[in-house]
């Protein structure tokens, strides 16, 4: 077993050692084990609100408890991603209060180019859904590498997934829950669907904790830090969506949100938020793009059907931009060159050509990814 991660499982065990005492201790430490080595009377001289960290770290059962999590991860293929690891995702190590560890389930990665959270009512209409959809396949066709982050629940968050599932783009659910279990639990075959497909669902809870309300406002917090921008789809003026946008732009996220009908109670916090200026107003992915400052792209390597569109391509220009779909954290020339069986010399002048044509573009030690 990894004891550093245990150590690190149990620190989120503690009562009142939230992500920022944590970090905290973290840091003074170098480490979560330090710890859980110290004296009662080393414990008792650390600047902390918490009255009984002595007594609870002394008991052993927040590392025994992470010891029994580890098993069940490696029961059930469960991954844990500590906040000093390098897999940790970035956006979301930048804020103050991200998870000390979280716990994945599934292949996406969490570090995506264009990572977009989606939000919305649980109560959404078709006004709403069509929105969402529309939106997730304007993104997947006009931006590579894109995935679509949102909250598995009812609603706009489950449409979010089911059209990335149906775009063939990367989904993350982020739950407010331990992964022993889906809620709501008319999702669970979503969520399946999601993991088989590439997806990944997310949680800070180890396993046995229950989707209490509290949870979900904390859950929220992590949508927004995955994301490059969110958009709220369809919300009344009060919920968790509002909380996720107030969120994301404490962050230092850009919030975006779909206008409605003057008087639906079901857009009003939409509505909202774009009169107050606490979100820029979209119509449709073209918009997102743009105010984003995302390139926009005029081939779908997936898509055979747009392949006749675009007679300007070259055969050879697709089969790398095939290739390059594939592995959409990018090849470097030498690994091209490979897959495509042709001489290193060759393939950097092909390369070369689509850069300025900008079907690629070229990364720090001449890694080759789509633009």
């Known amino acids: ?5 245990i150590y690190k499982i149990a620190l989120t065990q503690l009562r009142g050692v939230g992500p920022m005492e944590g970090r905290a201790i973290m840091e003074f430490y170098d480490g979560a084990e330090g710890l859980f080595h110290e004296t009662a009377e080393g414990i008792a001289k650390l600047k902390t609100p918490v009255a009984d960290l002595a ?29 000093d690891s390098s897999e940790y995702p970035y956006r979301l ?33 078709d006004y709403g859904r069509t929105l969402a959809v529309k939106l997730v396949e304007g993104l997947a066709d006009k931006v590579a590498d894109v995935t679509i982050v949102s909250g598995l629940a009812e609603g706009i968050d489950g449409i979010s997934h089911k059209a990335a599932l149906a775009s063939s783009v990367p989904t993350v659910g982020v739950v407010a ?66 909380n996720t946008a107030a969120t994301a732009s404490s962050y230092n996220r850009d919030v975006f949100a779909f206008p409605g009908r003057v008087g639906d109670a079901r857009s009003e916090g939409c509505n909202s938020l774009i009169k107050t200026e606490r979100a820029g107003m979209i ?61 290193v010399s060759i393939t950097s002048a092909h390369l070369m050509q689509m850069e300025f044509a900008g079907l690629v573009r070229c990364l720090p030690g001449n890694l080759y990814k789509l633009s």
Not at 186 to 197: F, G, P
Not at 228 to 239: C, I, N, Q, R, S
């Open 177 to 242: 829950h331990g992964l022993d279990m889906i809620y709501p639990s008319c999702h669970r075959d979503l969520a399946a669907e999601m993991l088989a497909k590439g997806g990944c669902i997310v949680s800070e809870y180890v396993s046995g904790v229950k989707p209490l309300p509290v949870h979900f406002l904390a859950r929220n917090r992590i949508i927004a830090g995955l994301s490059d921008a969110l958009v709220v789809v369809e919300t009344a003026f009060k919920g968790g969506s509002q």
């Open 93 to 125: 190590k930048e804020c103050p209060d991200a998870p000390i560890v979280l716990f994945c389930k599934g292949e996406a990665t969490l570090n995506g180019q264009h990572m977009v959270g989606m939000v919305g009512t649980r109560r959404s209409t």
């Open 283 to 343: 119509e449709d992915a073209t918009d997102l793009i743009r105010a984003m400052g995302w390139r926009e792209r005029t081939f779908r390597a997936d898509q055979g059907t747009q392949k006749d569109l675009f007679p300007d391509i070259s055969e050879e220009d697709k089969e790398v931009m095939a290739l390059l779909h594939k592995n959409p954290d990018g090849l470097q020339i030498n690994q091209v060159a490979m897959e495509l069986g042709k001489p």
């Open 55 to 83: 007594d609870q770290v002394l008991s052993g059962a927040a590392v025994d408890k992470a010891k029994k999590e580890l098993e069940f991860m490696d029961k059930y293929g469960i991954r844990a991603i500590a906040l």
């Open 1 to 5: 077993m990894d004891s550093e991660l």
